[in-house]
Nanobody, 123 residues
């Protein structure tokens, strides 16, 4: 089992920044690709970003490219999502996820989920 706990969400004005963190415990963190997904009210959960086991590969959904950066620190068992130039359409609950694949992109790839952290961007 892997337990994932997100933090860093909050309320920010459009154009502002936030950094989300996800602390992992349980099985070796470096065994898993990590990802961030989000779910807005009334919408399906969607992929945001993923990083491979050792951090050598990253992938982003088109709407966040150039604004969000995913990173990981395997020594601290933590994955981060740095978000800049936030937009109201980024408002959602953000979930950390772990997958025993090279990257965590598809919902069906995910083996473990965090409980989510709310990000609200006001216009």
């Amino acid at each position: 089992q892997v337990q994932l706990v997100e933090s860093g969400g909050g309320l920010v004005q459009a154009g502002g920044s936030l950094r989300l963190s996800c602390a992992a415990s349980g099985r070796p963190f470096s065994n898993y690709a990590m990802g961030w997904f989000r779910q807005a009210p009334g919408k399906e959960r969607e992929f945001v970003a993923s990083i491979s086991w050792r951090g050598g590969s990253t992938v982003y959904t088109d709407s966040v490219k150039g604004r969000f950066t995913i990173s990981r620190d395997n020594a601290k068992n933590t994955v981060y999502l740095q978000m800049i130039s936030l937009k109201p359409e980024d408002t959602a609950v953000y979930y950390c996820a772990a997958a025993d694949r090279y990257l965590a992109v598809k919902l069906t790839d995910i083996k473990y989920w965090g409980q989510g952290t709310q990000v609200t961007v006001s216009s």
